[in-house]
């Protein structure tokens, strides 16, 4: 079963591709190369410069020393021009990386360090058009299960954002990277995580936050209205 923190790592692979490729990236991509079926966790296109890159995130020692994928011929390394290995902040070093692969690391606040530079490499087994197929495919299906648009899509339509008090926001933990709903104050600096095996406190100004909804003076004063009115 996926992890958290790896399914963590792999959507902020997604991001970090999107920001250096522009054109088509998308996390999953189903590859078949030489009889053999191999997933990149992302991989990005970028069509002016006919150029692909993977993304292979690693959330353990155990996961990296398995990955036979990571040595062979039909690699991740062999299939595009640029491959990455995305890891936890100081879980590798870069002289145990394979051949052409470069290093990305992630501190507790999903800032991503690129630890050593991927080597070019020369001739992909695979076509651009391939490449582009595949990764078109597996952005469409993600479409169909949009999690960010869930997590932010506002019921309310701004209603009490004015002048507002509180929010109800997604934040993600730094320690545990378990995502939850919290409701803070608009000066508030930090929340207790909800998982209860973690507890952490997370700081707002840092963690990966997305508001769904704001709340002002009119909101409480029509839901003590309510309340009342029910008790009454």
């Given at each position: 079963?996926?992890?958290?923190?790896?399914?963590?790592?792999?959507?902020?692979?997604?991001?970090?591709?999107k920001?250096?490729?522009?054109d088509?990236?998308?996390?999953?991509?189903?590859?078949?190369?030489?009889?053999?079926k191999?997933?990149?966790?992302?991989?990005?296109?970028?069509?002016?410069?006919?150029?692909?890159?993977?993304?292979?995130?690693?959330?353990?020692?155990?996961?990296?020393?398995?990955?036979?994928?990571?040595?062979?011929?039909?690699?991740?390394?062999?299939?595009?021009?640029?491959?990455?290995?995305?890891?936890?902040?100081?879980?590798l070093?870069?002289?145990?990386?394979p051949?052409?692969?470069?290093l990305?690391?992630?501190?507790?606040?999903?800032n991503?360090?690129?630890?050593?530079?991927?080597?070019?490499?020369?001739?992909?087994?695979?076509?651009?058009?391939?490449?582009?197929?595949?990764t078109?495919?597996?952005?469409?299906?993600a479409?169909?299960?949009?999690?960010?648009?869930?997590?932010?899509?506002?019921?309310?339509?701004?209603k009490?954002?004015?002048?507002?008090?509180?929010?109800?926001?997604?934040?993600?933990?730094?320690?545990?990277k378990?995502?939850?709903?919290?409701?803070?104050?608009?000066?508030?600096?930090?929340?207790e995580?909800?998982t209860a095996?973690c507890?952490?406190a997370?700081?707002?100004?840092?963690?990966?936050?997305?508001i769904?909804?704001?709340?002002?003076?009119?909101f409480?004063e029509?839901l003590?209205?309510?309340?009342?009115?029910?008790?009454?």
């Open positions: 079963m996926e992890s958290t923190l790896h399914k963590h790592l792999k959507k902020l692979s997604l991001y970090w591709l920001a250096k490729m522009t088509l990236c998308a996390n999953e991509v189903k590859l078949f190369v030489r009889r053999k191999i997933q990149a966790d992302a991989l990005g296109i970028n069509l002016k410069r006919q150029e692909a890159r993977i993304i292979e995130v690693k959330s353990s020692r155990s996961d990296f020393l398995r990955d036979e994928v990571l040595h062979s011929s039909y690699g991740y390394h062999a299939v595009s021009d640029y491959t990455y290995i995305m890891t936890p902040e100081d879980l070093t870069v002289e145990e990386l051949a052409r692969y470069g990305l690391e992630v501190d507790d606040y999903d991503i360090t690129v630890k050593k530079k991927p080597t070019k490499n020369p001739k992909r087994i695979m076509t651009l058009e391939t490449l582009l197929k595949r078109g495919r597996a952005a469409t299906n479409v169909l299960f949009q999690e960010l648009s869930k997590e932010t899509k506002d019921v309310t339509g701004g009490f954002a004015s002048n507002a008090a509180a929010s109800l926001i997604h934040a993600t933990c730094p320690v545990c378990k995502r939850h709903k919290y409701l803070v104050g608009t000066k508030q600096e930090e929340v995580c909800q095996s507890r952490q997370i700081p707002l100004d840092k963690a990966r936050v997305h769904i909804t704001k709340y002002n003076e009119d409480y029509e003590s209205a309510l309340i009342k009115e029910d008790k009454g």
